[in-house]
């Protein structure tokens, strides 16, 4: 939107991104009230802030979220849209959604590239690395002051104690653990 000295760019948003994303920004406000959004997979509302959005270039950009009827300049206006681009896709959200909605249109981008999340508790951090051999390490950090029940899907080997965990275990207050999926044998 703006360069290195503060200076409006003259392209409108995304700028250079726009053929990759098949949209651009029409217009932008900043919100006194929410605004319904209807997507293809959730419903929630716009807080803050909306940019109405225009099909540009080939116009092949779908549509997967609309403004609902609210203020009559956003009604029915492009919120969410997503391009073939490459070997890919790119979204573009013109909403910044409330949590349910985000959550929503977030697990459904995740589930269409193929990558598999962890859940955890707020304060639990997860984190994975993948050795050469494919093995995956999920590093595990209890940022709270208390002691955090940890659950795992699968029986695992935790590396810093040395100890077999069944299908969950107590990690203390500001604990750290590096575990691996046990093989089965």
Request: hydrophobic share 35%; aromatic share 10%; net charge negative.
């Amino acid at each position: 939107m703006k360069d290195e000295y503060n200076a409006l760019l003259p392209l409108r948003q995304p700028g250079g991104l726009a053929e990759m994303a098949g949209v651009e920004v029409e217009d932008y406000y900043a919100l006194q009230e929410p605004v319904p959004v209807k997507g293809n997979w959730f419903e929630g509302e716009s807080h803050l802030w909306t940019e109405r959005l225009a099909l540009v270039g080939k116009k092949n950009a779908r549509i997967i979220a609309r403004y609902k009827e609210s203020n009559g300049w956003l009604d029915d206006q492009i919120a969410i849209s997503v391009n073939s681009y490459g070997k890919g896709l790119v979204y573009y959200a013109g909403a910044y959604l409330d949590e349910s909605a985000q959550q929503a249109f977030l697990a459904r981008c995740l589930k269409t590239a193929r990558i598999s999340t962890i859940s955890s508790a707020p304060g639990i951090e997860v984190g994975t690395r993948v050795k050469p051999d494919g093995e995956i390490v999920y590093i595990v950090i209890n940022h709270t002051n208390t002691e955090m029940t940890i659950q795992l899907p699968w029986p695992a080997y935790d590396h810093l104690t040395g100890q077999e965990i069944k299908t969950g275990y107590q990690l203390p207050a500001y604990g750290v653990s590096v575990v691996t999926q046990m093989k089965e044998s």
